[in-house]
Each structure stands twice: as structure tokens, then as C-alpha cells.
């Protein structure tokens, strides 16, 4: 059971085309974003569709699929962990970055799903 404890399965679909990098060790790397949504009432009885933004970043033969299939819009399914990061941007302020590293990709609809 040691694989479920850093482990995140999301639906969503993509905000960008994949960028793809190949390191000078020829990895290759993707790095994306993809949208979830859930639609609740709130306590005024008021329909809310709510949006979350997640970093992705996939490494490798998963790296390949996001090149080879994924575009903009399209939907899809995904596995991976959390990855918490920080960097210094140009002002030399700290800032934090969680990421989704994938393990697996699976591809969906055709499109963009409302």
C-alpha cells in the first residue's frame, strides 16, 4: 500500500498544448495544465461550477503521448503524485509551485466538455 500514499487521479482537460523540452540527455519533458471542474448548489440554492487549475509535468514514454496526441481542450485522464517545489523568480522573490508528475495518461473525449 506504500504507492497510495502520494498518489492523485484527475479528469480534466487541458488549458495549453503540451511544451516540450529534450534535455541535453536526450529525457524528454512536458509540461501542461489541466482543468477539473465540479458543480454544486450552494447554500442560497444557487447552481456553482467551480474550477481548479493543476500543473502537469510527464516525464519520459508519457512525455511522448502528451507530444504524439494531446492538444488544447482535449480531455483526459491522468495518474501521477504531488510534487511541492520552490524557485526565485526575476525579482528574487520566493515563489511555490505544486505539480502533478504523471505515471500514466489516458486519453478521452475528443474535446473540450462543459
Given amino acids: ?5 502520494n498518489q492523485v487521479n484527475l479528469i480534466g482537460n487541458l488549458g495549453m498544448d ?3 523540452k529534450v534535455l541535453e540527455n536526450g529525457k524528454k519533458v512536458a509540461r501542461f495544465s489541466i482543468a477539473t471542474s465540479e458543480r454544486f448548489r450552494n447554500s ?8 481548479q ?9 508519457s512525455a511522448g503521448i502528451a507530444e504524439q496526441f494531446l492538444k488544447k481542450g482535449k480531455e ?4 501521477g503524485r ?6 526565485e523568480d526575476k525579482d ?3 515563489r511555490y509551485m ?7 495518461i489516458v486519453l478521452l473525449g475528443n474535446g473540450q466538455k462543459d
Wanted: glycine fraction near 8%; charge should be negative; hydrophobic fraction near 35%.
Fill in 1 to 5: 500500500m506504500s504507492h497510495l500514499r
Fill in 18 to 20: 503540451p511544451e516540450i
Fill in 44 to 51: 442560497e440554492g444557487e447552481q456553482v461550477k467551480e474550477t
Fill in 53 to 61: 487549475w493543476h500543473q502537469v509535468v510527464a516525464w519520459g514514454g
Fill in 76 to 79: 483526459v485522464a491522468l495518474s
Fill in 82 to 87: 504531488l510534487s511541492h517545489r520552490s524557485y
Fill in 92 to 94: 528574487g522573490n520566493t
Fill in 98 to 104: 505544486t505539480e502533478v508528475i504523471v505515471n500514466e
